[in-house]
């Protein structure tokens, strides 16, 4: 059923009816669902949410921001803590409130959040919260973020046996809707047990968005028999929070855990059939069990393998267990459902921690079936133990394992692809630090210099140039940034270390390493960026955050030698009192001179710090949007007929927005104006071309109102209706996910079920991001994943993204249709070097034509044509939507996207104008690739006999000889003709066009007056 009347906040503010959530909105609607649920029982009850944010629960602490700036009914405290164990302790410290004489609430919900580091780095404050306790109107939730995959992280993690060891029941959602649900079981877990419980959350969950149905009553909890194990008299165990720790009381608790708390949490499983069949046939000859997002994986290897429905998987004789409380599924209850089985399959990613459980289960048992999980019982590899365990990493495996009995039920395997063996392209698409970003200019070092790379956003020099940003040493955990030089000094003749670390994780721990290699006597110097903002998980303030010479004032106090700060403002620190060192007063430079910097701090002995003081280009960008910082007045552009593509400038600065682009007398340089963010750094290259041009703030760019106007047909659909697993391919920062959310968000208001995965990681940061989107009638898809060969359409905002291997493992050659933008975008590999050349579209299009449907695909210029039709190419990527929705491969309503633009609430009308244009354009092209018009070149036509020989040669020649006229005089343009004809004489192709260029640029030499005349000319 469509839905007519929907707003943003409903996913905050409705208690019922059908939303559209990521997985972390869902994690944020948790604790305001449950105060809504606690005053509708008649409690006073408040949350207290604290931790440390980290992919991938990185933006967890904002959405819940958001969340409260609605929800205003509700008593929710957000305490961003300094790291993740300070963070564990004042929630444990909100459990203790209630029992105070003073207490103003009848219960407290604290919730942690934290990534698998943080839970590890936090044990011993988390063992020391769970052994304090919970209060019986309170509780408390750990939420764990696991990055199997490291797309955030620097190592994969799972926390499944460091939260069993902690005594924490674990609830494992497996996607959007089971956040929510299994959120309220933890809850009253926590209260019914005292035990704080876990909430497992994996990357394709968080990053995972889906349709959800709300309901206060939705959930119904049972609350189980509650009597202590053993009591003769079955006396009702009630929870106390009590903070004082010593033996013996501490281990009267542990045998509380082990004896009492735990067995009641199973208890709790079973009552409300948290580990539970999902399809149990009485003739059952085989269980599979699977836990959260594996589960779902599971479900999607089934289909692909025949078994789509749960009566297919019955009629085949297969038993599913879905396991939502892994660590506390009972014995009994895995004997239940071994019954009669021959054989189990459990399937989990990384360690087998519930293939032990079953296997403890059944141990001794009167019924044992074989029980496989990692491993066939031969000792071959069944099911991996490293990395994400998706749908096609199970299939081979389940494949092998079933047919033993049921192979005509399969369907057949699919035959081995001939792949075509395509040239790896010249370039690819790798993260890389944003336009203006400081690390720009922070991260360069004196030649020959030993590096040691910092978490964050620091961590993409080990992807860059050593030539560029030093020999790198490696990366170390989050706060021990500098500690590897302490183990590698006494071993190697190198005097001297240089380690980057950012202020956030400077507030978090990093100073203790510095405070490290100041005991060990180390000659190490710390580049510490102070740029004011937690920059890879979202733009959140650091908390504890000190001003520059506050920091320095500690530092020197710790006993560094000297700190040294740049910055691109020297201005700002003349009033500012500076901290006096063993060396005077601190020294302040402008950021240009950040590499004598570092060679001044290495002559200093001991450790020293260099304080690179700018502000993060990203996070300037929103505020400016936001209006909360003053916009630069002016902008900077290239004219690009002076210039001469030489790279200084991108060299220079190093930012993504100094593009190389195509002219009629070859490569130049431009800005691109949609993604500077106005750090000016690339005017330190001192060229001429370079102009600043005053915008007139009342002068906007309006829409073509002849491209736009009039009624436009509906679409033709050429996929199926109602259904669609589409694959949207772009670069990091521009909107890729946003667009995913714009398109979900429709086919939700359309009626459709949704499930989507974003997966971004580190490539947030300009590399390659894909978002994939299941959209469903009847039910929806299992998985949030689109597998290998399993997309309906790939939309390339991207095409040179779309094209790596990674993005085309979805595309079917009989099937899959690509609509991409023809855009081009240079990757960083590319700053500075302008004669690497960005892929010829012919190429790109060969590279995708081997994974899609290629009489089908469509290609368009979308950047240039939204930049001539609105001013600029911020609305590429909604126009690309327009054009893939005219061409018939989105089965939505039309009406339905343009109200979720509405709902998105960014540059609307730009927006709506855009999707119209993108339609528009699909309608009039009659071409399978649209292309908008490039720079141009007004020079005056040749007299008489010069263009005649001018034409003879060629419009590129001509073009020149024209250039040379207005440059000084038709002898010069004749003496060029005269050249270029004795080379064309030869009949060597190449070898002209090598005479005509080069022969130009030697005649049309830019002094002082040439470039007055092309700063003047038209």
């Known amino acids: 059923m469509a839905i007519t009347e929907y707003q943003l906040s409903d996913r905050f503010l409705k208690d019922d009816g059908r939303v559209f959530l990521t997985g972390v909105q869902a994690l944020a609607r948790l604790p305001i669902e449950q105060m809504r649920?606690?005053?509708?029982?008649?409690?006073?009850?408040?949350?207290?949410?604290?931790?440390?944010?980290?992919?991938?629960?990185?933006?967890y602490d904002m959405e819940l921001e958001k969340a409260l700036r609605v929800a205003t009914d509700v008593d929710v405290v957000l305490q961003p803590a300094v790291n993740e164990e300070l963070g564990a302790t004042a929630v444990m410290g909100s459990q203790l409130a209630t029992e105070q004489p003073d207490a103003t609430y009848e219960g407290v919900l604290g919730i942690w959040y934290?990534?698998?580091?943080?839970?590890?780095?936090?044990?011993?404050?988390?063992?020391?919260?769970?052994?304090?306790?919970?209060?019986?109107?309170?509780?408390?939730?750990?939420?764990?973020?696991?990055?199997?995959?490291?797309?955030?992280?620097?190592?994969?993690?799972?926390?499944?046996?460091?939260?069993?060891?902690?005594?924490?029941?674990?609830?494992?959602?497996?996607?959007?809707?089971?956040?929510?649900?299994?959120?309220?079981?933890?809850?009253?877990?926590?209260?019914?047990?005292?035990?704080?419980?876990?909430?497992?959350?994996?990357?394709?969950?968080?990053?995972?968005?889906?349709?959800?149905?709300?309901?206060?009553?939705?959930?119904?909890?049972?609350?189980?028999?509650?009597?202590?194990p053993g009591d003769p008299n079955g006396t009702i165990y009630e929870p106390r929070p009590e903070g004082r720790l010593l033996t013996p009381k501490t281990l009267e608790l542990e045998r509380d855990f082990r004896t009492i708390r735990l067995i009641l949490a199973q208890r709790y499983a079973t009552a409300n059939k948290l580990n539970h069949a999902t399809a149990d046939p009485n003739d059952a000859w085989i269980g599979l069990v699977a836990t959260g997002y594996t589960y779902h994986e599971l479900l999607e290897a089934l289909r692909r393998l025949g078994l789509p429905t749960t009566a297919d998987i019955e009629a085949a004789g297969i038993r599913l267990l879905h396991t939502q409380m892994p660590l506390s599924i009972g014995p009994n209850n895995i004997r239940n459902f071994a019954r009669g089985l021959d054989e189990i399959i459990v399937v989990e990613e990384k360690n087998p921690t519930l293939?032990?459980?079953?296997?403890?289960?059944?141990?001794?048992?009167?019924?044992?079936?074989?029980?496989?999980?990692?491993?066939?019982?031969?000792?071959?590899?069944?099911?991996?133990?490293?990395?994400?365990?998706?749908?096609?990493?199970?299939?081979?495996?389940?494949?092998?394992?079933?047919?033993?009995?049921?192979?005509?039920?399969?369907?057949?395997?699919?035959?081995?692809?001939?792949e075509k063996q395509l040239l790896p392209l010249s370039v690819d698409r790798s993260p890389y630090f944003c336009s203006g970003c400081p690390h720009n200019r922070s991260t360069k070092v004196p030649d020959d210099t030993l590096v040691g790379a910092g978490i964050g956003c620091h961590g993409m020099v080990l992807l860059m140039d050593d030539s560029k940003v030093g020999d790198i040493a490696g990366i170390t955990a989050m706060g021990a940034e500098g500690s590897q030089f302490i183990g590698m000094a006494p071993f190697v003749e190198r005097e001297h270390f240089i380690q980057n670390i950012g202020d956030g994780t400077f507030f978090h721990s990093g100073q203790?390493?510095?405070?490290?290699?100041?005991?060990?006597?180390?000659?190490?110097?710390?580049?510490?960026?102070?740029?004011?903002?937690?920059a890879m998980t979202g733009g959140q303030d650091a908390v504890g955050g000190q001003t520059v010479p506050e920091i320095a004032t500690a530092l020197l106090a710790h006993g560094v030698a000297e700190v040294l700060v740049t910055t691109d403002d020297v201005s700002a620190y003349r009033s500012a009192e500076m901290p006096v060192g063993p060396k005077g007063a601190m020294k302040v430079w402008d950021r240009d001179r950040v590499v004598e910097a570092q060679e001044y701090l290495a002559t200093v002995p001991g450790v020293t710090v260099m304080i690179h003081d700018q502000a993060c280009a990203a996070q300037a960008r929103r505020l400016r949007k936001r209006g909360l910082v003053e916009t630069p007045p002016y902008r900077i552009a290239i004219n690009h007929r002076i210039c001469e593509a030489c790279g200084d400038c991108g060299a220079v600065s190093n930012c993504l927005s100094v593009q190389a682009i195509d002219t009629p007398l070859g490569t130049k340089t431009t800005i691109d104006q949609s993604s500077c963010n106005l750090d000016y750094s690339c005017l330190e290259g001192d060229c001429p071309s370079f102009i600043q041009i005053t915008p007139n703030p009342k002068a906007k760019k309006k829409a073509d109102s002849g491209v736009v106007s009039g009624d436009l047909p509906d679409p033709d659909l050429i996929v199926p209706p109602g259904s669609l697993d589409l694959r949207m391919v772009g670069i990091g920062g521009t909107g890729v996910v946003t667009v995913a959310q714009i398109v979900a968000t429709a086919a939700m208001l359309d009626g459709l079920h949704v499930r989507g995965?974003?997966?971004?990681?580190?490539?947030?940061?300009?590399?390659?991001?894909?978002?994939?989107?299941?959209?469903?009638?009847?039910?929806?898809?299992?998985?949030?994943?689109?597998?290998?060969?399993?997309?309906?359409?790939?939309?390339?905002?991207?095409?040179?993204?779309?094209?790596?291997?990674?993005?085309?493992?979805?595309?079917?050659?009989?099937?899959?249709?690509?609509?991409?933008?023809?855009s081009e975008t240079p990757t960083g590999s590319m700053i500075g070097k302008p004669e690497v050349a960005y892929p010829e579209l012919d190429e790109l299009r060969t590279q995708v034509a081997a994974a899609t449907l290629t009489e089908r695909n469509r290609y368009v210029d979308a950047a240039g044509i939204t930049e001539q039709l609105l001013g600029s190419a911020a609305s590429a990527n909604i126009f690309l939507l327009g054009f893939a929705y005219q061409h018939g491969v989105l089965p939505i309503a039309g009406t339905a996207i343009e109200e979720a633009i509405r709902l998105n609430g960014v540059a609307v009308e730009a927006n709506l104008t855009a999707f119209a244009a993108g339609r528009a354009e699909a309608v009039s092209a009659d071409t399978v690739v649209a292309h908008a018009d490039g720079p141009q070149v007004h020079v005056p036509a040749l007299p008489g006999k010069l263009a005649t020989r001018a034409d003879e040669l060629g419009a590129d020649i001509a073009l020149r000889a024209g250039d040379l006229l207005a440059y000084q005089s038709a002898a010069l343009a004749g003496r060029y003709l005269d050249l270029v004809e004795r080379a064309a004489a030869l009949g060597d192709t190449s070898f002209t066009e090598v005479v005509a260029v080069s022969h130009h640029l030697l005649l049309a030499y830019k002094d002082e007056y040439e470039v007055a005349r092309l700063l003047t000319g038209p």
């Open 757 to 822: 995965l974003d997966q971004t990681g580190l490539s947030q940061k300009a590399g390659r991001v894909s978002g994939d989107l299941r959209i469903t009638t009847d039910a929806p898809a299992p998985s949030n994943l689109i597998g290998d060969e399993g997309a309906d359409v790939i939309i390339a905002f991207d095409l040179l993204g779309a094209a790596s291997p990674a993005s085309l493992s979805a595309g079917d050659p009989t099937r899959t249709v690509l609509i991409g933008s023809a």
């Open 512 to 534: 203790l390493a510095i405070q490290a290699s100041v005991a060990a006597g180390m000659n190490t110097t710390y580049k510490l960026l102070y740029n004011g903002t937690v």
């Open 114 to 228: 934290g990534k698998g580091p943080g839970i590890d780095r936090a044990g011993d404050a988390l063992r020391h919260a769970n052994f304090t306790g919970t209060s019986s109107k309170g509780g408390a939730i750990a939420l764990v973020g696991d990055d199997p995959a490291a797309k955030s992280s620097t190592i994969p993690s799972s926390s499944d046996a460091t939260i069993y060891d902690l005594h924490m029941p674990l609830f494992y959602p497996g996607d959007v809707q089971e956040v929510v649900d299994l959120g309220r079981h933890a809850v009253a877990l926590s209260r019914m047990t005292g035990l704080w419980t876990s909430m497992k959350i994996v990357s394709p969950v968080a990053d995972g968005s889906g349709t959800v149905d709300l309901g206060l009553d939705r959930v119904e909890i049972v609350t189980p028999d509650l009597s202590i």
């Open 355 to 418: 293939e032990w459980l079953v296997k403890d289960a059944l141990y001794g048992g009167p019924h044992q079936p074989r029980v496989v999980g990692k491993r066939h019982e031969d000792g071959r590899p069944l099911m991996p133990d490293h990395g994400i365990l998706d749908a096609g990493a199970m299939v081979t495996g389940l494949r092998e394992r079933l047919s033993a009995r049921i192979s005509d039920r399969l369907a057949p395997p699919t035959p081995p692809k001939r």
């Open 37 to 59: 649920i606690d005053k509708h029982n008649g409690l006073k009850t408040a949350a207290f949410v604290s931790g440390y944010p980290g992919s991938p629960l990185g933006g």
